[in-house]
């Protein structure tokens, strides 16, 4: 999708605000369907950077998603810009009746490759 559903950018815009990980939200980006709960950037960013630093191989890695300074006037320091990303985390990509990663992921989708979208989790099955 070239240009994102202005009611999707509107729920990433209020996750980002609200700063709340609660949104459950199930996407399909150029085929696959990925299910999951949106967080704010900030909180995303953290969480990938504290999995990285307890990596010894990824560890110098944690830095790059060590979340920016906040400021401009939003939570997530973007000024007055909408949303470009969607930021999951707790998600699995669906393939066929299975999840995976079984224990969920963390995931940074384009609003603009999002073809659909519904609210809630669609149901798999872990085994």
């Known amino acids: 999708m070239s240009n994102p559903d202005d009611l999707l950018v509107d729920i990433a815009a ?7 990980n609660q949104m459950s939200l199930t996407v399909v980006v150029h085929g696959a ?7 704010p950037e900030a909180m995303w960013r953290q969480r990938v950077a504290e999995v990285l630093k307890d990596s010894e191989r990824l560890g110098p890695f944690s830095a790059v998603f060590t979340p920016p300074e906040v400021g ?8 007055g810009e909408p949303p470009a990303y969607l930021h999951f985390h707790v998600a699995r ?5 299975l999840g995976i990663p ?3 992921g963390m995931y940074r989708i384009a609003l603009r490759d999002v073809s659909a979208w519904t609210v809630g989790d669609v149901s798999y099955s872990d085994h």
Do not use: H, K
């Open 102 to 104: 079984e224990t969920g």
């Open 14 to 20: 209020m996750v980002e605000s609200e700063q709340s």
């Open 33 to 39: 369907v990925i299910t999951g709960r949106l967080a």
């Open 93 to 97: 990509i669906l393939q066929g009746s």
């Open 72 to 79: 401009r006037g939003r939570p997530d320091g973007r000024g």
